[in-house]
């Protein structure tokens, strides 16, 4: 059984709803709303973890952590013609490869 713990959590501020909103990563539609960014923290671990309680009791697979998955560093990426020439163009002035121009970008 996953723990909730092992999840990937962050806070952000929601000016709409005026107070901090906790996020998983892995479980997107599920969300915590509080005034105090520690407990809206808490309160979205908390509900993970009465999903994955739930989850588990009814036979469901439960998403694995992103903390545990393996990552090959490669990324296939569909552009447009256009933009492939402008990348080569940049990379090219740079005197760089597209591979290293792009990475650049995505860190940005």
Request: glycine letters at 6%.
């Amino acid at each position: 059984m996953e723990h909730a713990r092992n999840y990937t959590y962050r806070v952000i501020w929601s000016d709409d709803d005026g107070e901090h909103v906790g996020l998983c990563a892995e479980f997107p539609s599920l969300s915590w709303l509080d005034a105090d960014p520690t407990k809206a923290l808490e309160g979205i671990m908390d509900v993970v973890k009465n999903v994955i309680a739930e989850l588990t009791a009814s036979g469901e697979p439960v998403p694995q952590p992103m903390s545990s998955k393996k990552f090959s560093g490669k990324i296939a990426a569909r552009v447009t013609p256009l933009v492939h020439q402008k990348l080569a163009i940049e990379a090219a002035e740079k005197g760089i490869s597209m591979n290293r121009l792009i990475s650049a970008k995505l860190a940005m």
